[in-house]
């Protein structure tokens, strides 16, 4: 966590040779927590890493060399959410009335997590201040922007070697253990069925169960702006969001890595070597 970096909007780690048409997305593990953003927050770094999917991106690390693109945000989604619209905003978090065209009525910026959130995960105010609106346009500009910008050209690329392309959206959910309640160890979200091919969740579920973990469909994540906005079968690009508990790799109080990581990583990265090897024609 560099706070006197300039920040980069993303990390892009390509295949030596791309293997297969999946690409995959860590939109949350961002963690360039830069002094402008601590300043104008009351919350400390470790209060503000609440909203953030960790480590995310190094649970899937093995993916280039697999065979496929990962795209990771350097960005914290306090500071920018790469898997909103560009323009979900909160008018209560600004010191002047927004453009018009801004979306102020979506679910999310009720909820406080717009593309700039209000809030972080648990639910704590972020800003000591309110925001000029010209502060949300340079984040959109610098973070949201160029992430977006390098995935789709990650999609089109993909598409002209394979003719499809699968994109696999990772993330990380809170764990809340209750009793008798069957907590699942993995989400997998398509939107209903909307934004993948029912034979390609099918496919992702059938390897994540042969390696024990516990899967449910789109309940209670079925997919965010990445999986619903890219995600057009019929344009032969899919797409699948995978929602992991963080109980399974890190101590979530601590925002630390426990011991389950390793076997974490290593299990995915046999599941992904599995992926990569299929035949996805039918895409």
């Known amino acids: 966590m560099d706070q006197h970096a300039p920040l980069t909007a993303y990390d892009l780690t390509r295949p030596a040779t791309a293997l297969c048409p999946l690409v995959f997305t860590s939109p949350h593990s961002g963690r360039d927590y830069t002094l402008e953003f601590l300043d104008a927050a009351r919350l400390d770094a470790q209060s503000l890493r ?60 009720g909820a406080g997590l717009g593309t700039i959130a209000r809030v972080v995960a648990s639910g704590e105010a972020i800003y000591r201040r309110r925001l000029s609106f010209r ?33 696999v959206d990772c993330h990380s959910m809170p764990s809340h253990p209750a009793p008798g309640a069957d907590q699942p160890d993995i989400i997998l979200g398509d939107a209903h069925g909307t ?34 906005h890219y995600g057009r079968p019929r344009e032969r690009v899919h797409a699948i969001q995978i929602e992991i508990a963080r109980s399974l790799y890190m101590d979530e109080a601590r925002i630390e890595r426990h011991a389950g990581f ?22």
Not at 51 to 63: G, I, K, P, Y
């Open 50 to 109: 609440r909203s953030e999917d960790a480590f995310v991106d190094d649970l899937f690390a093995a993916a280039p060399r697999l065979g496929a693109p990962l795209l990771a945000a350097r960005f914290p989604r306090a500071w920018c959410d790469a898997n909103r619209e560009p323009w979900e905003l909160d008018p209560g978090m600004f010191d002047a009335p927004l453009p018009p065209w801004v979306n102020s009525g979506s679910p999310r910026v």
């Open 135 to 167: 502060e949300a346009e340079s984040r959109v500009r610098n973070c949201w922007e160029p992430f977006h910008a390098a995935l789709g050209d990650l999609i089109a690329e993909t598409r002209v070697q394979f003719g499809a392309c699968l994109l």
């Open 195 to 228: 934004a993948c091919a029912p034979r390609a969740t099918r496919l992702i579920e059938a390897a994540l169960q042969r390696q024990g973990y516990r899967v449910r469909r789109n309940d209670p994540y079925a997919g965010g702006y990445i999986t619903r």
């Open 262 to 283: 390793d076997r974490l990583r290593a299990n995915l990265a046999a599941i992904l070597a599995g992926l990569a090897q299929e035949d996805w024609s039918f895409l």
